[in-house]
């Protein structure tokens, strides 16, 4: 089973940036897509933006497109998020997360394809 680990989170003023890290090993080839979520406190967990292995596809969230960027080193089995301009309402915790299918991929990764949750970063941001 996949194993996922994120890093790069961390205190910043609001203005900064981040690039948060999710390594995966164990990956499974149902593995389409990785994904990127975060939670803030009180409130349930927000899809962020998800990439394609294959390819090198992106998708955002339409609120927050812009200000995010996911990328993804796929000999590393590595995906990034790059987080600019940061506003205390990014202050969250940030997961990433698998998405596979036993009946191919879909664009975008609909939230019931993605499973196999990282124990998150925590991203505080300072106004």
């Known amino acids: 089973q996949v194993q996922l680990v994120e890093s790069g989170g961390g205190l910043v003023q609001a203005g900064g940036s981040l690039n948060l890290s999710c390594a995966a090993s164990g990956r499974a080839s149902r593995d389409y897509a990785m994904g990127w979520f975060r939670q803030a406190p009180g409130k349930g967990r927000e899809f962020v933006a998800a990439?394609?292995?294959?390819?090198?596809?992106?998708y955002y969230a339409d609120s927050l497109k812009g200000r995010f960027t996911i990328s993804g080193d796929n000999p590393k089995n590595t995906v990034y998020l790059q987080i600019n301009s940061l506003k205390p309402e990014d202050t969250a915790v940030y997961y990433c997360?698998?998405?596979?299918?036993?009946?191919?991929?879909?664009?975008?990764?609909?939230?019931?394809?993605?499973?196999?949750w990282g124990q998150g970063t925590q991203v505080t941001v300072s106004s």
């Open positions: 990439f394609r292995w294959s390819g090198g596809r992106t």
């Open positions: 997360a698998v998405a596979a299918s036993r009946f191919g991929s879909k664009w975008p990764p609909p939230r019931a394809d993605f499973g196999s």
